[in-house]
């Protein structure tokens, strides 16, 4: 396994620092030749323009995606029907806020300012993913999303603890550990509704047909008309293409949902013998890019509510900065630059 290594320093130094004008190709055959050997691609080394800014772009919707996330499910903590369930619950959107802070420093390294991507992302300038505007209707949504939502996530993103950028590999790799407790939970909880009364029953299976479809269109559009899946694979930020993900998501699904006792709405679904895999059904596209142009359930209420929060916090954000100004005068230090 390719482990997270140290920042080298045999590669020339980033745009800025001295050496940038040493020959782009030279610069060019090291960075290909660290990707293809599996070593870890520093944010001091030099990169490509475009692997930064492809990066910049998939780890801001990753992060942005976290925390847009925990509105859905946050919706339910007031309403959890014990201690227990809300404790859990709450633990969980704790965890995407914390997912959210390892991203966005992880973009943080390739230049960004946390702000500068917030405001991309209040002003619909970045996207965050799908799936979150869609409403939370009933307390099995909150299984639904766990054993769904979060199960494709995981899915997703165990391969990128394997990604050519360390920081980001690197934060994916605890992201995944608390990414197994949410599908679980959902499950568990799925599971309890799954196996109390005919109305619990119901309940579970009517938030499984709702979140089913969706929680496929999270790998992304067909590989034949996704823009961004080739180079991405190229340069190792991605290792599977969004169609071998979606198939392998599916195939963990179905024998799961067998033991929750609950269907998956789709009639075509069905192990295929000779391709070791289950065949399942078209998905709506259309759909998908109704959602993705702002036209899906919650858009607006997701990002409306996600300003306001953000407005609520500044208090918060002034005072931590007034707290490391202080904190870097009274050390002599003057490395706090994030406002
Ligand atoms: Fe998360
Ligand atoms: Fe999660």
Known sequence: MATAAAPRTDRTPADGAPGATADTAAHQHA??????????????????????ATLVRQIAQHAHSEIIGMQPEANWITRAPSLRRKAILMAKVQDEAGHGLYLYSAAETLGTSREELLDKLHSGRQKYSSIFNYPTLTWADVGAIGWLVDGAAITNQVPLCRCSYGPYARAMVRICKEESFHQRQGYE?????????????????DAVDRWWWPSLMMFGPPDDSSQHSAQSMEWKIKRHSNDELRQRFV???????????????????KWNEERGHHDFGAIDWTEFKEVLKGNGPCNEQRITQRRRAHDEGAWVREAAAAHAAKHAGSTGRTGATRA
């Open 251 to 269: 195939d963990i699904a179905v024998p799961q949902a067998e033991s929750l006792g609950l269907t998956l709405p789709d009639p075509d679904l």
């Open 31 to 52: 960075f290909d030749t660290a990707v293809a050997a599996e070593e870890r691609i520093e944010p001091r080394d030099w990169m490509p323009d475009a692997y930064r």
């Open 189 to 205: 909880l799925l599971l309890a509704l799954s196996k109390g009364t005919p109305e619990q029953h119901a309940m579970a299976q």
